[in-house]
């Protein structure tokens, strides 16, 4: 099968730090090739990925992004694009290609044969067609030993209460690292770098290895959020035998088994039972579901039989 995913133009494939949508177009199509598919991937230049690619500028715009690359798209004559922009341009423009695309974000109106990343996201939009996610196990180290602190891994905005990983950490008097991008630099000012102590560190982006040094070794992952289609942290925590300890939004009832590979949280009660109860989970139940559920190769056989739905006409 000749696939091509269109990917966001904002980073690289597959990112050298943050970016959720593009590792899942990595890892996705790390599957599809091992599956022995034809894979070409639009992205932007200097990306490393080990598929075909289709140059755009990095940066560009949507509109500029899709000038650049829609004639070779249709001169490859694929027999499914996967588009995974917020703009869907080729989608709308070319009614005709056979094609789906995925919701990654709340940004993105969603058009026919959306794929959804978790059953949660797909019922809230009216539809009950999902993939989960899945990743590279092999990207991750897993310990059994655990260090004393809690991490907070993601970026920061007001969507991901940072704020409330920090009082979480202070309710239970538990050194807190923060790891990911200012997205919203008032929000960091306001409410996270205030707060800012030697217990309670910011530390940056992490990459590479100290992501995964940071991962296989806290105590928990902490990801107090208010909105997810899916929650790529959770499963990288979880890989590595890290349990996670979330908000109660219904994305996390997917991936995390409650009591078992982490806890979903109410209130301050919650949260402080649930950091109080951390040496009940096993980390290899945290890994095990993840291989399970969660693995690219997994993402890659959901979406096989969802794109030979859509060559077959069946649409949704």
């Keep these: 099968m000749k696939i091509i995913h269109?990917?966001?133009?904002?980073?690289?494939?597959?990112?050298?730090?943050?970016?959720?949508?593009?590792?899942v177009v990595h890892w996705l199509s790390q599957a599809q090739m091992d599956m022995e598919h034809e894979v070409h991937i639009v992205c932007p230049e200097a990306s490393t990925t080990k598929a075909n690619t289709i140059p755009i500028p990095l940066w560009c715009n949507e509109e500029e992004a899709y000038q650049q690359s829609y004639q070779k798209i249709l001169s490859l004559k694929p027999d499914i694009v996967h588009d995974h922009t917020f703009s869907q341009l080729f989608r709308l423009r070319h009614p005709d290609q056979t094609a789906i695309s995925t919701h990654h974000n709340e940004r993105f109106e969603p058009v026919s044969n959306t794929v959804y990343p978790s059953r949660a996201d797909a019922e809230s939009n009216g539809s009950s067609t999902f993939v989960y996610h899945g990743l590279d196990l092999d990207e991750y180290s897993f310990t059994e030993e655990k260090e004393s602190y809690l991490l907070f891994l993601?970026?920061?905005?007001?969507?991901?209460?940072?704020?409330?990983?920090?009082?979480?950490?202070?309710?239970?008097?538990m050194p807190l690292v923060i790891v990911g991008p200012v997205r919203h630099p008032g929000y960091f000012c306001k409410k996270v770098r205030k707060q800012l102590n030697d217990k309670i560190t910011y530390h940056g982006e992490a990459m590479g290895e100290i992501k995964n040094?940071?991962?296989?070794?806290?105590?928990?992952?902490?990801?107090?959020?208010?909105?997810?289609?899916?929650?790529?942290?959770?499963?990288?925590a979880m890989v590595a035998g890290t349990p996670v300890i979330t908000s109660n939004i219904p994305p996390f009832h997917e991936t995390i088994e409650q009591g078992v590979t982490g806890f979903i949280c109410d209130s301050k009660k919650e949260y402080r039972e649930a950091v109080e109860q951390l040496s009940t989970i096993k980390p290899s139940d945290c890994h095990e579901r993840v291989v399970k559920y969660f693995s690219k190769e997994s993402m890659g056989e959901g979406y096989q039989k969802l794109y030979q739905k859509a060559i077959d006409k069946q649409d949704w």
């Excluded at 269109?6 to 590792?23: A, F, M």
């Design 6 to 23: 269109i990917s966001v133009s904002n980073n690289l494939v597959p990112p050298e730090g943050y970016g959720g949508t593009e590792r």
């Design 154 to 173: 993601g970026a920061i905005h007001p969507r991901k209460n940072v704020d409330m990983a920090i009082k979480v950490a202070k309710w239970t008097d």
């Design 213 to 236: 040094h940071l991962l296989k070794n806290a105590k928990a992952l902490l990801y107090p959020s208010s909105w997810e289609s899916f929650g790529l942290s959770v499963i990288e």
